[in-house]
C-alpha cells in the first residue's frame, strides 16, 4: 500500500490551499483517511479525518477553516484549507486505515508535505 501526498508549499497569511493523497496498492477495505500534521518542536496531531461512511472530525483549531472529502473512486483524500495561519506551518501527513476481513485496523503513511504560512 502506498501513499502519495501533494499540494504542499509557501503561502501568505489568510491565503488557501488544497492538498491531496492518493492511496494505492493492495487495498482491501478502507476504514478512513486522513490527515496529520507535524509542527516544528511539537508532536504530530490529527487535523482532520473522514470515516467510509462519511462521518468528519475535525481538530478545534482548523474547525471552519478546513475541509477534508474523499473520491472514493480514486482512493484521495483532499484537504482544502482556507484561512490559514501562521499556526498551520506544518509538515502534514496523510493516513489511510485498512480494515482486513477479520476486523484488523492497519494504518499506512504518506510521506509528507511541507506548507509553509508566511508573508
Known amino acids: 500500500v502506498q501513499l502519495q501526498a501533494s499540494g504542499g508549499g509557501l503561502v501568505q497569511p489568510g491565503g488557501s490551499l488544497r492538498l491531496s493523497c492518493t492511496t494505492s496498492g493492495n487495498i482491501y477495505t478502507i476504514n478512513s483517511m486522513g490527515w496529520y500534521r507535524r509542527a516544528p518542536g511539537k508532536q504530530r496531531e490529527l487535523v482532520a479525518e473522514?470515516?467510509?461512511?462519511?462521518?468528519?472530525n475535525y481538530a478545534d483549531s482548523v474547525k471552519g477553516r478546513f475541509t477534508i472529502s474523499v473520491d472514493n473512486a480514486k482512493n484521495t483524500v483532499y484537504l482544502q484549507m482556507n484561512s490559514l495561519e501562521s499556526e498551520d506551518t506544518a509538515v502534514y501527513y496523510c493516513n489511510t486505515q485498512l480494515r482486513s476481513d477479520y476486523g484488523f485496523l492497519y494504518d499506512y503513511w504518506g510521506q509528507g508535505t511541507l506548507v509553509t504560512v508566511s508573508s
Open positions: 473522514i470515516t467510509n461512511g462519511g462521518s468528519t
